[in-house]
T-cell receptor, first 115, second 113 residues
Framework: QKEVEQDPGPLSVPEGAIVSLNCTYS??????FMWYRQYSRKGPELLMY????GNKEDGRFTAQVDKSSKYISLFIRDSQPSDSATYLC???????????????FGQGTILTVHP | ETGVTQSPTHLIKTRGQQVTLRCSSQ?????VSWYQQALGQGPQFIFQ???????GRGNFPPRFSGLQFPNYSSELNVNALELDDSALYLC????????????FGPGTRLTVL
C-alpha cells in the first residue's frame, strides 16, 4: 500500500464548477500538507501549504486537513480553463521526523475545465 | 528573485551510459532536493543536499549520486543507465529553516534507449 493515495481521475468539469480533489494517507507522522499544480511538461508549482489539521483559504482555493481521518482536500471555486492541470498532494513529517523535508507525493489528479 | 533552473531540458542516452543533470537553486535557498517523476506518477524523493552533504535519501540505488556546490547549485549523476530511469528529473530548492516549502524547477526529461 502506498503511503499517499490520490485518485488519478481524470476529472472533467465545466467552467465555474466547484472542484474537489482528495488524498488519503497512512503515515500518522505526516504534519505538513501541500498541494502542487503541474502544467504539462512543467515542474510542480506550490499552491497551498498547511500544517496539521484545519482549513486554509487563498483566493479561489481552500485546503482542508482532517488528521483524524488521514484525509486532505483541495477545493477550487469558480474553476477556470486555466486551472486545467495535474494536481499533486504532498506530505512531510515534522522537524525531527525521519521524513522531514522529504516530500511524499500522491499520484496526481488530472483536471480539465472546459469552457 | 531568480527561480530554480535546470539543465539540460531534454536528454537522450542509451542503456549503460552515465548522465549528469544540473540545478541552480532559487536565490536565498541553501537546500536542494532531487525527485524522479515517471510518466503518470507523482514525484519520488531521490535525495537532499544541505551544506554540500547528503541530508537524507529515498529508495534509490547507489548509482544515483549527487553533489552540492558552495553556491548551493547541485548535480545529479546517474551511472549505468537503465530503461526504467527514463523520467522527468525535478530539482527543488528550499531554506534549511523551512525544508517543506520547496520550489521546483522545470525538470530535465531523460529518455534512456
Amino acid at each position: 500500500q502506498k503511503e499517499v493515495e490520490q485518485d488519478p481521475g481524470p476529472l472533467s468539469v465545466p467552467e465555474g464548477a466547484i472542484v474537489s480533489l482528495n488524498c488519503t494517507y497512512s503515515n500518522s507522522a505526516f504534519q505538513y500538507f501541500m498541494w502542487y499544480r503541474q502544467y504539462s511538461r512543467k515542474g510542480p508549482e506550490l499552491l497551498m501549504y498547511t500544517y496539521s489539521s484545519g482549513n486554509k483559504e487563498d483566493g479561489r482555493f481552500t485546503a482542508q486537513v482532517d488528521k483524524s481521518s488521514k484525509y486532505i482536500s483541495l477545493f477550487i471555486r469558480d474553476s477556470q480553463p486555466s486551472d486545467s492541470a495535474t494536481y499533486l498532494c504532498a506530505m512531510s513529517a515534522d522537524a525531527g521526523g525521519t521524513s522531514y523535508g522529504k516530500l511524499t507525493f500522491g499520484q496526481g489528479t488530472i483536471l480539465t475545465v472546459h469552457p | 528573485e531568480t527561480g530554480v533552473t535546470q539543465s539540460p531540458t531534454h536528454l537522450i542516452k542509451t542503456r549503460g551510459q552515465q548522465v549528469t543533470l544540473r540545478c541552480s537553486s532559487q536565490s536565498g535557498h541553501n537546500t536542494v532536493s532531487w525527485y524522479q517523476q515517471a510518466l503518470g506518477q507523482g514525484p519520488q524523493f531521490i535525495f537532499q543536499y544541505y551544506r554540500e552533504e547528503e541530508n537524507g535519501r529515498g529508495n534509490f540505488p547507489p548509482r544515483f549520486s549527487g553533489l552540492q556546490f558552495p553556491n548551493y547549485s547541485s548535480e545529479l549523476n546517474v551511472n549505468a543507465l537503465e530503461l526504467d530511469d527514463s523520467a522527468l528529473y525535478l530539482c527543488a530548492s528550499s531554506r534549511s529553516e523551512g525544508l517543506n516549502t520547496q520550489y521546483f524547477g522545470p525538470g530535465t526529461r531523460l529518455t534512456v534507449l
